[in-house]
């Protein structure tokens, strides 16, 4: 998968091989040898042919000098020219032409004993500048590098020792350019996350760091879904959010480019269902964000990757993932997208394949089931189940006792949180304990030893009119039985 790079990449690389180099100076300073200047004029400033052509004729002394001697161990050119940024810089942007145009020496880097030693260094800023000019070139070239490695041939690929090591540290550099607030620092990034995700090892990796890695990343998602992490009443209740949709990105300041590289990226991921899928639900509500960005994507080739994305998650969990996908309306949605205008055979097929899906799910489902997962998914709305006096006559004492009590226990905790964004939430919480003291009054103590009833009690001074007055019938219902 080859993506455009990025314009900023592309203006820095091309500023840096215009400015003249003081070579014959850093020879004789001894920065240099005269062997590496003869080798770097060689392949300098020539068309692309005679540079292949030069590299391939000398691949061990290409490697040595990039990457340092294997057996006499004389430095690499970096390591010759560290105190020298200008060389530095400049030697970045030729060895990703090389890289980029040469294979035979990509092949040859990779099989040297320490591929990506020289490169590593270099990733640590000796500035504060987000921009500085040489982690940002070294990041690249070692996203070319690893992103080869990960899915060469086994004899051809460095040890996965040596992979496993360089990850993680391009991993936390490339971590900071997607949590910057340049747009196109954050493209960079997220272009080479996508480059890197080739392998199940490289996302495992990646899996292992979420709160680094992937954290920013569904930050950008969230801005163009207009939602943010402590979630969202609109996008819960089904509702659309107030977004417009321009040529060249979404309102809020999110490109239309930087959302398909995001997609791409979590698309990517999604290959890894059973490891992630889970996560994604309890630490980002995946499938609510998703509906929503496919209420408004854009481009065709947006709402392919989201499609695509939720197939791959729910196919592998669907225990966990089926009933909410039906909570957040997913059912209704892929319903209206049928209605669009869509050619792309992989997301026509995705689509079909999603709703046949969730047909076979919902056939079989009640309205106990359609509660229980909405409890399961820590966020309450006014579903039908809560105002229906028959569904609550005959579930409540099932509510209470299913799996040793574990939705009650669910119920607790969400009601324990603030809510500050979604008081909705508390005002449902304490219409179900209502409910059940109602239904199931010996089953009081339960509940009291779980902390709500003080909860809703605490609730009835709150400055929501909705949760107040809800808090208020959960007491009297308790209330009802305090004298007997």
Not at 277 to 298: A, C, F, K, N
């Amino acid at each position: 998968m080859s993506l455009d790079p990025p314009t900023y990449i592309l203006s820095l690389q091309n500023n840096t091989r215009a400015r003249p180099i003081s070579w014959e100076g850093a020879v004789r300073a001894k920065t240099i040898s005269d062997a590496d200047l003869n080798k770097i004029k060689s392949i300098d400033k020539v068309r692309k042919e005679q540079r292949r052509q030069t590299v391939e004729q000398d691949l061990p002394g290409f490697t040595a000098l990039l990457l340092g001697g294997p057996k006499d161990g004389s430095p690499s050119i970096f390591q010759s020219a560290a105190k020298r940024p200008d060389i530095v810089q400049y030697m970045l942007v030729l060895v990703g032409d090389c890289i980029d145009e040469i294979p035979p020496l990509v092949t040859s880097m990779l099989k040297h004993p320490s591929p990506f030693k020289p490169f590593l260094p270099l990733l640590k800023s000796t500035s504060s500048n987000p921009e500085d000019p040489i982690p940002l070139l070294a990041s690249s070239v070692l996203s070319s590098l690893i992103s080869a490695a990960v899915i060469a041939s086994s004899s051809s690929a460095p040890s996965q020792k040596h992979i496993d090591e360089a990850l993680p540290q391009l991993y936390g550099y490339v971590a900071t350019l997607v949590k910057s607030t340049d747009a196109g620092l954050q493209d960079i990034g997220v272009q080479e996350y996508s480059a890197l995700l080739r392998s199940t090892r490289a996302r495992e990796i990646f899996w292992d760091m979420r709160d680094t890695t992937l954290a920013p990343l569904m930050d950008i998602l969230r801005a163009a879904a207009g939602t943010s992490k402590d979630g969202d009443s609109t996008l819960w209740s089904g509702g659309s959010s107030a977004r417009t949709v321009t040529e060249t990105g979404i309102s809020g300041g999110v490109g239309i480019q930087l959302l398909y590289h995001c997609l791409l990226v979590v698309w990517q991921l999604s290959f890894e269902g059973e490891m992630v899928g889970d996560g994604l639900h309890d630490e980002h509500d995946i499938l609510i964000l998703y509906v929503q960005l496919t209420r408004i994507s854009p481009k065709e080739k947006t709402t392919r990757l989201l499609l695509s994305t939720l197939r791959n998650l729910l196919s592998t969990n669907r225990t966990s993932l089926l009933p909410a996908a039906v909570l957040a309306r997913l059912p209704a949605l892929l319903q209206n997208v049928a209605g669009r205008h869509l050619t792309d055979l992989d997301l026509l097929e995705d689509l079909q394949a999603l709703r046949e899906m969730l047909d076979d799910y919902t056939k079989t489902q009640t309205t106990f089931d359609e509660y229980a997962a909405e409890v399961r998914s820590g966020h309450l709305r006014w579903s039908p189940p809560h105002r229906s006096e028959a569904f609550w006559r005959e579930n409540a004492r099932r509510i209470l006792e299913a799996a040793n009590g574990e939705l009650p226990r669910k119920l607790a905790d969400i009601m324990a949180k603030s809510w500050d964004h979604d008081r909705q939430v508390l005002a449902v919480g304490c219409n179900d304990v209502a409910c059940l003291v109602r239904e199931v009054p010996e089953k009081r103590p339960m509940l009291e030893k779980l902390g709500l009833k003080t909860r809703v009690m605490e609730l009835m001074q709150s400055g929501d009119e909705a949760v107040r007055w809800e808090s208020l019938r959960a007491v009297g219902e308790w209330l009802r039985y305090s004298f007997e």
